[in-house]
């Protein structure tokens, strides 16, 4: 266990870091929650990715105490992360999505709950997808086994991969604390450094935590405080592009290749491209007994996760 020494404080108790891609008007509603919920001495920082909504132009016209970095192009989720907590100057640094809604001085109540937990590096709180269902954050580390776990539908007989039956009304230590919420204290920080920008989007936060875990400190959920998370409810594998779908699993054969080697790598790949062919199997089979609306979405994900771990080709869209 490592426990954080004091430091010299900076003036400012959190910076809030939030990477924005073409959410435009919830992200406004984002930032007028963290004005209107964040008593604590605070600095907002977004970093645009090339957003071709207007993104940039409503922070500069309706937020001008915000710091903002407009990128000339999608620089990806850890590297734009990165950019806000080179210049961050708070105590304690928050990964904040745009798609949230700060309730009830989150950021003010996690930040106190972190000056009482020395040994955390890493705190998420609640999150809700409306005002009555608690979103179910936080995951084990999606090494090998739990990916295994996950693509071949094993989660009922062997649901810790992403802690079944935890309904997050409890605190509880985690391998992964849920990317849209993620406080740090400045000296974990320090000790651990950047996000890995070899992760254009997913995994990085599950990487960070493993770098935070393995230094000595704890990732906690805590439900000591509440947000609510805009885009929370599920999407139909219709609504789904190739594109993210291959670059989710994209992610994690990096993050196996990171913290596994590159037997660990292989027996990720292997387990996409074997859970693709299942999948693919059934589904055509499917086809020719009765017609799903989603069929021909979930025959062109296999097909797309195939030629990517096989062949290396990503999809357009």
Not at 62 to 86: D, H, S, Y
Not at 123 to 136: A, K, M, N, S
Not at 257 to 275: A, D, N, P, Q
Request: aromatic share 8%; proline share 5%.
């Amino acid at each position: 266990m490592i426990v954080l020494s004091e430091s010299e404080s900076t003036g400012c108790a959190v910076s809030i870091v939030i990477v924005n891609w073409n959410t435009r008007d919830i992200l406004r509603d984002c930032l007028q929650s963290i004005e209107n919920q964040t008593r604590l001495p605070h600095e907002v920082i977004v970093v645009d990715n090339a957003s071709g909504d207007g993104s940039a132009e409503m922070v500069s016209e309706i937020f001008p105490n915000v710091k903002l970095i407009a990128n000339p192009r999608n620089r990806g989720f850890a590297a734009a992360n990165n950019q806000g907590l080179e210049i961050a100057k708070g105590d304690k640094l928050l990964l904040l999505n745009p798609d949230t809604i700060i309730l009830d001085h989150a950021i003010d109540v996690m930040s106190g709950w972190l000056d009482a937990h020395p040994d955390v590096g890493c705190v998420g709180c609640q999150v809700f997808e409306d005002p009555e269902t608690i979103q179910l954050t936080c995951f084990a580390d999606p090494g090998p086994l739990s990916v295994a776990v996950i693509e071949f539908g094993l989660k009922r007989l062997l649901p810790w991969p992403e802690y079944g039956g935890w309904d997050r009304t409890t605190q509880r230590d985690v391998d992964v604390v849920s990317g849209m919420f993620m406080m740090v204290p400045r000296p974990v920080f320090e000790k651990v450094g950047l996000l890995d920008d070899a992760f254009f989007i997913y995994s990085e936060e599950a990487d960070w935590c493993r770098r935070i875990r393995d230094a000595g400190w704890r990732c906690v959920f805590a439900p000591e405080a509440r947000i609510l998370h805009l885009e929370g409810g599920s999407k139909s594998t219709a609504q789904i592009k190739s594109r993210m779908y291959v670059q989710k699993q994209k992610s994690k054969t990096i993050y196996a290749r990171k913290h596994y080697g590159r037997v660990g790598e292989l027996i990720t790949r292997s387990i996409f491209v074997t859970s693709a062919l299942l999948r693919g199997t059934a589904f055509g089979l499917l086809g020719l007994v009765r017609a799903t609306p989603d069929r021909s979405a979930r025959l062109r994900l296999s097909g797309a996760a195939i030629r990517y771990h096989l062949f290396g080709q990503e999809p357009a869209t």
